[in-house]
Antibody, heavy 118, light 108 residues
């Protein structure tokens, strides 16, 4: 059964880099049918797409965040990762990773809350 | 980017009611429109993809319709577990998917 699980520090200082990892269980991160994405949700607000890594390896990022985002894939660990630099309080949110199939986010992780505060 | 606008932002309904939520895209997206349900404290769940295709395991009281710029999610005979927030999302531009602002369905 597919599971995706986010992990990373829950508290990040302003101007630091937020680093999160998504571990996939029950599916292969390298499968050509899959792409993978990150979505965040500030407390009490809606969903914001952060970026996606297509099965071709090509990443796509939200233009509003592009200058601060780095993503990577570790196929040996069946993981993909997100780094967001120069964080501010506006980056405080629940961060979800998700599988993408035929352009749909068809399976989501439970999310990890990241708070930006000194 | 393609802007997605949902209405209403919230609504109150009773068990057994029929509920309709609307999503409008800022440009034509054909039928590349998905609907998600998010219960409090939980991750979003895909309900409907490609405007009207029910995701596996989703109850048949959920249905979607529309094409181009205007789309609708309908819940027939609202059940207790349906009180949640619903989001639409366009997958027309796979390089920049965007979500609507959400519609919260509350108990009347």
């Amino acid at each position: 059964q597919l599971q995706v699980q986010e992990s990373g520090p829950g508290l990040v200082k302003p101007s630091d880099t937020l680093s999160l990892t998504c571990t996939v269980f029950g599916d292969s991160i390298s499968s050509t049918t899959n792409s993978w994405g990150w979505i965040r949700q500030p407390p009490g607000k809606g969903l914001e797409w952060i970026g996606s890594i297509f099965h071709t390896g090509t990443p796509f990022y939200n233009p509003s965040l592009r200058s601060r985002i780095t993503t990577s894939v570790d196929m040996s660990k069946n993981q993909f990762s997100l780094k967001l630099s120069a964080v501010t309080a506006a980056d405080t949110a629940m961060y979800h990773c998700a599988r993408i199939r035929t352009a749909n986010f068809d399976f989501w992780g439970p999310g990890t809350l990241v708070t930006v505060s000194s | 980017d393609i802007q997605m606008t949902q209405s209403p932002s919230s609504l109150s309904a009773s068990i057994g009611d029929r509920v309709t939520i609307t999503c409008r895209a800022s440009q034509s997206i054909s039928r590349f429109l998905n609907w998600y349900q998010q219960r409090p404290g939980k991750a979003p769940k895909l309900l409907i993809h490609d405007a009207s295709s029910l995701q596996s395991g989703v109850p048949s009281r959920f249905s979607g319709s529309g094409s181009g710029t205007d789309f609708t999610l309908t819940i027939n005979s609202l059940q207790p577990e349906d009180f949640a927030t619903y989001y639409c999302q366009q997958s027309y531009n796979t390089a920049f998917p965007t979500f609507g602002g959400g519609t919260k369905v509350e108990v009347k």
